[in-house]
């Protein structure tokens, strides 16, 4: 384990400067005496997968929803949270790192202790695996002094994110009991609060009085349900990761010469490729979930982007930025199957240079097909969640090879008479991974042990729902934008406060408030009505005008999905 984790470190101006910030809070969650209003039971988003949930987690399942009220809402069933004995809570990073992370342990830390000074929050060293040896450092003002607002996990580092063999679990447990925890809190994406759902489940089952709670904190963005609007880091991410594609457009327009084809990190859904070209205005997106959908393969694919860059040479354009996600590759029909049969084969413990051989011969064939370096980077081994490394895999690369052989094809064949092709290749994770988060990153973590509906606005429900897979997208503009770089303070603070993603939920949810209204409309407004009902409709006809005029400008903004500019 790092010798530095943990440590006070010498912060830069700019840090320092950041670790000023102070984290706004919802008002429902300022002040000591928090009021709460238990609402519905739990269940599973999709209804028919209710009951199987239900026999899964038999002891958590259908817990009572809990809505944090405002100071000053009246509701007759209000309960207050009454001051307790001091509680021991344990905190550990066990996702990949996404800025805003440490934001979460300071929030509860400052919680805990508006509570009491007796609570005491332990940081679990090492992740995981300082899980299961109960390596701990208390969290103390002296120690998160130069972790406020900071990115990375260095406070407390990570190793796997695997809470899920019986050895583990159990190695879990007995450090909670041993540590008498009142709380264990695991921060990480979908693989890590699918293992905290079952880790609570177990934990009750066993009489153990820790309640196990999972913050949805990745970079991906794809751990979303009605509550869970976003994942912490999704925006700093976009924000940094745009800044870095407009700067790659702006150099791809200057010179002229070269296409980018640039990856970003953000797993399996697309969430983090899409937002990002809402922001930078890139000349094609591919979105994975598109591509599963329309079932397209892998020359499909290749084909449609020489198209575009046939039709652009026309024009006498012989640049352009291609984004793609990281996930793009396991969305391809064909390669899904090929990394599908390479999963089972290390499922069978098969060594990774015995699984080539071991192929069906239709996915041989395709083994064999690819370039070499891809050919390599598909056998590694798995993640824990037994999928393949998406971020080993560079999918970038291997477009830009096969265009570059399909545009040569087309010019010896006498289709393509332009300048030849050039590529130039990027992968954008860490870059932005690393980032001091923005804002909107800070205040979300900080108050994050309670997750925010609306995030704009107040209200709240508590988390800890078992959450199994990625959400895709929801698949329902050359005038390259420059976003910038993230504005912490000043002038330019939060013009962009949230992805724009976000902003095209709320859209959703208006068009489902209109659409609603237009039904009631239609159902008052039958011959033979009074004229004042007629009178009364007609005025707020004006006012839904007024609305669908502003509305229509970002619904008509959609953003073609194969669409060179
Ligand atoms: O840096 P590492 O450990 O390779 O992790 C990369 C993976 O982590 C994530 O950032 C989050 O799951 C993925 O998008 C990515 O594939």
Same mark, same amino acid.
């Given at each position: 384990?790092?010798?530095?984790?943990?440590?006070?470190?010498?912060?830069?101006?700019?840090?320092? *400067?950041?670790?000023?910030?102070?984290?706004?809070?919802?008002?429902?969650?300022?002040?000591?005496?928090?009021?709460?209003?238990?609402?519905?039971?739990?269940?599973?988003?999709?209804?028919?997968?209710?009951?199987?949930?239900?026999?899964?987690?038999?002891?958590?399942?259908?817990?009572?929803?809990?809505?944090?009220?405002?100071?000053?809402?009246?509701?007759?069933?209000?309960?207050?949270?009454?001051? *307790?004995?001091?509680?021991?809570?344990?905190?550990?990073?066990?996702?990949?790192?996404?800025?805003?992370?440490?934001?979460?342990?300071?929030?509860?830390?400052?919680?805990?202790?508006?509570?009491?000074?007796?609570?005491?929050?332990?940081?679990?060293?090492?992740?995981?695996?300082?899980?299961?040896?109960?390596?701990?450092?208390?969290?103390?003002?002296?120690?998160?002094?130069?972790?406020?607002?900071?990115?990375?996990?260095?406070?407390?580092?990570?190793?796997?994110?695997?809470?899920?063999?019986?050895?583990?679990?159990?190695?879990?447990?007995?450090?909670?009991?041993?540590?008498?925890?009142?709380?264990?809190?695991?921060?990480?994406?979908?693989?890590?609060?699918?293992?905290?759902?079952?880790?609570?489940?177990?934990?009750?089952?066993?009489?153990?009085?820790?309640?196990?709670?999972?913050?949805?904190?990745?970079?991906?963005?794809?751990?979303?349900?009605?509550?869970?609007?976003?994942?912490?880091?999704?925006?700093?991410?976009?924000?940094?990761?745009?800044?870095?594609?407009?700067?790659?457009?702006?150099?791809?327009?200057?010179?002229?010469?070269?296409?980018?084809?640039?990856?970003?990190?953000?797993?399996?859904?697309?969430?983090?490729?899409?937002?990002?070209?809402?922001?930078?205005?890139?000349?094609?997106?591919?979105?994975?979930?598109?591509?599963?959908?329309?079932?397209?393969?892998?020359?499909?694919?290749?084909?449609?982007?020489?198209?575009?860059?046939?039709?652009?040479?026309?024009?006498?354009?012989?640049?352009?930025?291609?984004?793609?996600?990281?996930?793009?590759?396991?969305?391809?029909?064909?390669?899904?199957?090929?990394?599908?049969?390479?999963?089972?084969?290390?499922?069978?413990?098969?060594?990774?240079?015995?699984?080539?051989?071991?192929?069906?011969?239709?996915?041989?064939?395709?083994?064999?097909?690819?370039?070499?370096?891809?050919?390599?980077?598909?056998?590694?081994?798995?993640?824990?969640?037994?999928?393949?490394?998406?971020?080993?895999?560079?999918?970038?690369?291997?477009?830009?090879?096969?265009?570059?052989?399909?545009?040569?094809? *087309?010019?010896?064949?006498?289709?393509?008479?332009?300048?030849?092709?050039?590529?130039?290749?990027?992968?954008?994770?860490?870059?932005?991974?690393?980032?001091?988060?923005?804002?909107?990153?800070?205040?979300?973590?900080?108050?994050?042990?309670?997750?925010?509906?609306?995030?704009?606005?107040?209200?709240?429900?508590?988390?800890?729902?078992?959450?199994?897979?990625?959400?895709?997208?929801?698949?329902?503009?050359?005038?390259?934008?420059?976003?910038?770089?993230?504005?912490?303070?000043?002038?330019?603070?939060?013009?962009?406060?949230?992805?724009?993603?976000?902003?095209?939920?709320?859209?959703?949810?208006?068009?489902?408030?209109?659409?609603?209204?237009?039904?009631?409309?239609?159902?008052?407004?039958?011959?033979?009505?009074?004229?004042?009902?007629?009178?009364?409709?007609?005025?707020?006809?004006?006012?839904?005008?007024?609305?669908?005029?502003?509305?229509?400008?970002?619904?008509?903004?959609?953003?073609?999905?194969?669409?060179?500019?």
């Amino acid at each position: 384990m790092d010798a530095d984790l943990g440590s006070p470190r010498e912060l830069t101006w700019l840090q320092r *400067r950041r670790a000023l910030y102070q984290p706004e809070l919802p008002p429902c969650l300022q002040g000591t005496r928090v009021r709460v209003k238990f609402g519905d039971s739990t269940t599973s988003i999709d209804p028919k997968c209710a009951d199987i949930v239900a026999q899964a987690f038999p002891h958590t399942f259908g817990q009572k929803l809990v809505h944090f009220l405002e100071p000053n809402t009246m509701v007759s069933d209000a309960q207050v949270i009454e001051e *307790r004995p001091p509680i021991r809570v344990g905190v550990l990073f066990s996702g990949r790192q996404s800025p805003g992370g440490h934001n979460v342990i300071w929030g509860t830390y400052d919680a805990m202790k508006a509570q009491s000074p007796h609570n005491v929050l332990l940081g679990f060293v090492g992740g995981t695996e300082g899980l299961f040896a109960k390596k701990t450092l208390e969290i103390t003002d002296g120690v998160f002094s130069s972790y406020k607002n900071q990115g990375g996990f260095d406070l407390l580092g990570r190793t796997v994110d695997q809470i899920r063999t019986t050895e583990q679990v159990n190695a879990a447990m007995s450090t909670c009991c041993d540590l008498s925890l009142d709380g264990l809190i695991i921060i990480g994406g979908v693989t890590s609060n699918s293992d905290a759902a079952q880790l609570a489940e177990t934990f009750v089952k066993h009489n153990c009085k820790t309640k196990v709670i999972g913050v949805p904190v990745t970079l991906s963005g794809d751990l979303k349900n009605q509550f869970v609007e976003t994942t912490v880091g999704f925006d700093t991410v976009c924000k940094v990761d745009s800044q870095l594609i407009s700067n790659v457009c702006l150099d791809a327009v200057s010179a002229g010469k070269y296409y980018y084809f640039v990856r970003l990190m953000g797993g399996k859904a697309s969430h983090v490729a899409f937002e990002c070209a809402l922001q930078s205005h890139p000349n094609m997106v591919i979105l994975g979930e598109e591509v599963a959908l329309s079932k397209l393969t892998l020359m499909e694919i290749i084909n449609k982007i020489c198209d575009g860059v046939q039709a652009r040479a026309a024009q006498g354009k012989y640049h352009g930025v291609l984004l793609i996600p990281e996930g793009l590759i396991e969305s391809i029909p064909e390669m899904y199957a090929l990394i599908q049969e390479i999963n089972n084969l290390h499922s069978n413990n098969v060594p990774e240079d015995e699984i080539p051989s071991q192929l069906s011969p239709w996915a041989a064939a395709l083994f064999k097909f690819l370039p070499q370096f891809i050919r390599r980077e598909l056998v590694l081994h798995q993640e824990s969640d037994n999928s393949a490394q998406l971020s080993q895999i560079d999918t970038e690369q291997l477009l830009a090879h096969l265009v570059e052989a399909e545009m040569n094809n *087309r010019t010896k064949e006498g289709n393509y008479k332009g300048r030849k092709f050039s590529s130039v290749c990027h992968f954008f994770g860490s870059q932005a991974r690393g980032s001091l988060p923005s804002n909107f990153d800070c205040n979300y973590a900080y108050a994050m042990m309670s997750v925010r509906r609306h995030l704009r606005g107040p209200g709240a429900v508590p988390i800890g729902r078992p959450v199994i897979h990625p959400s895709p997208i929801d698949l329902k503009a050359e005038s390259y934008a420059t976003p910038g770089g993230i504005q912490f303070e000043g002038p330019g603070t939060d013009t962009k406060p949230i992805t724009l993603t976000m902003e095209g939920q709320d859209y959703l949810g208006d068009i489902e408030i209109l659409q609603d209204y237009l039904e009631k409309l239609r159902t008052i407004l039958k011959p033979g009505c009074s004229r004042e009902v007629l009178k009364a409709a007609i005025s707020s006809m004006a006012s839904v005008n007024d609305v669908l005029k502003v509305m229509s400008a970002p619904l008509n903004a959609e953003l073609p999905l194969y669409h060179f500019n």
